[in-house]
């Protein structure tokens, strides 16, 4: 049978896809079983050096179309993205690992925010100043910022590269994407769809390699006016200080590690229930996703009993599988990652409830899994754990709680369940996060912005404020006489 997945991958650069041919390659590995599905060529000098003549080409022509001409463009690649839906599903499934529901909903909010992004491109509005005399107009401009070097990890590639595509694009950017290498063939598909939409040579452009090499060479350069990173803590730092050296903006969408506090007066097993969902969303992969859980002591035994059961039962398998709720891992690394945290706290006196340990020996399963009595001092504690491992630790006041949740130098999401509509406010007021949950969890939306706190990042994705980080503010003053 032939597969769904691409039998090339190639870089995409000036209206030209460049294939491995006279470049080196790297390995494109399916994570659920270790194998290898794809070849992926290596940009050389000469690739970057054109992906950016034909970023700054490309840019005079885009600025200059109008914003209804470009969500013309945008919509149609939102079209064309929901038609080819069920490959890029199974494309992303079999690169990233996540099960095939979940790719699918990862298509939905891609679309999601392609269309709010070409809507909200015709809303770069100016302002009209009251003059300084009769015969002046005095206003200012939206204006593209320039063209942008985007980066995006692999662990919601579609998702992630759609939203800094369309909101670049929207606002009249031109872009150099450089794609996770991990997840390669979901973005050249993206990209696909947007050339076949109608975005001009040169506009969209797409480099896959050396990360560092790549990055290095499009910060330094005089074309690129604008940086987008979602990624780790550590890679972001250095993005922004090589991006500080030469005076660039950045958005940085980094780590987080959200506290969920469970209160004594919640229905245990409800609240049990959706903690676990969100938490082995995508095994545990997600910067929103939940990963230090406070209880309180009073219900501390029967929410660990509950989530603990739960998380057992969970079908973990091959995303292709439909009854599968939760994938392998994306990678090694993680895989790595995950047995280190478990083996850190075991050592400092954790208990595992369940799990703890890889499953199987092909592909980066691991098994969803439960830690109580951690000591505060384990890595998990402070470090992202990005891995389907949940510390459940117990608290007795809201001060203190309070306090052990804003302990880490993240401020991404944060969550609460409580029935005391007091206590939900305070929370809300004291805890240092962006994103606050209060008896829910709710993923991003292409309408809502989020700018991480603390380590998490800077500027902000989604909402007008992800558009306007695209825009650069052009004052006018105009005498409307001749001279
Ligand atoms: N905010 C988020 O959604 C994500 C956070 N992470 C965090 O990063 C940790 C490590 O995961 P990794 O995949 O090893 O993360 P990483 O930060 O090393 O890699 C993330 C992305 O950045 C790219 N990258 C790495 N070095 C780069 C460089 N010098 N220049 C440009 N791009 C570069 C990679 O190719 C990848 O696509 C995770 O445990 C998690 O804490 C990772 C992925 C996504
Ligand atoms: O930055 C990574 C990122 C952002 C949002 C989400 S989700 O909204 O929780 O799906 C996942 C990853």
Known sequence: MKSIYPSELALFVGGEWRGAKGRSVTAVINPANGQQIG????????????????????????????AWDRDVILKRAAALIDERRDTLATILTLENGKPLADSQGEL????????????????????????????????????????????VPWN???????????????????????????????????????VDAGVP???????????????????ASPVIRKISFTGSVAVGRLLATMAS????????????????????????????????????RNAGQVCMSPSR??????????????????????????GMASDTQMGPLNNERR??????????????????????????????????????QVAESSRILSEEPFCPVAPIMLFES?????????????????????????????????????????????????????EGGKDSGLGSEGGPEGLDAYLHTRFVSQLNTAV
């Open 39 to 66: 070849q992926l060529p290596v940009a050389t000098e000469a690739d970057i050096a054109d992906a950016l003549r034909s970023v700054a080409g490309a840019f005079p022509a885009w600025s200059q179309t109008s």
């Open 108 to 151: 939905d909010r891609v679309i999601e925010a392609i269309l709010y992004c070409a809507e909200e491109g015709k809303r770069a509005y100016g302002r009209v100043f009251p003059p300084r005399s009769r015969l002046l107009s005095q206003m200012t401009f939206k204006r593209p910022v320039g063209p942008v070097a985007a980066f």
């Open 156 to 194: 919601f590639p579609a998702f992630l590269a759609a939203r800094k595509i369309a909101a670049a694009l929207a606002a009249g950017c031109t872009v150099v994407l450089k794609p996770p290498e991990e997840t390669p063939a979901i973005c050249i598909e993206l990209v696909r769809a947007f």
């Open 201 to 219: 040579a040169g506009a969209l452009n797409v480099l896959f390699g050396v990360p560092a090499q790549i990055s290095e060479r499009l910060i």
């Open 245 to 280: 050296q030469h005076l660039k903006p950045v958005t940085m969408e980094l780590g987080g590690h959200a506290p969920v506090v469970v209160f004594d007066d919640v229905d245990v097993e409800r609240v049990a229930r959706a903690c676990v969902g969100f938490k082995f």
């Open 293 to 318: 859980f406070y209880v309180h002591a009073g219900i501390a035994a029967k929410f660990t009993e509950c989530f603990a059961a739960m998380a057992k039962s969970l079908r973990v398998g091959d």
């Open 335 to 372: 895989l790595r990652a995950a047995q280190s945290f478990v083996e850190d706290a075991r050592q400092r006196g954790a208990r595992i409830e369940t799990g703890g340990e890889r499953i199987g020996r092909e592909g980066y399963f691991f098994a969803p899994t439960v830690l109580t």
């Open 398 to 450: 809201f001060d203190e709680v309070i306090a052990r949740a804003n302990s880490v130098n993240l401020g991404l999401s944060s969550y609460a369940f409580t029935n005391r509509l007091e206590r939900a406010a305070e929370f809300a007021e004291r805890i240092e996060a962006a994103w606050v949950g209060i008896n829910n969890f709710t993923p991003q939306l292409a309408d809502v912005p989020i």
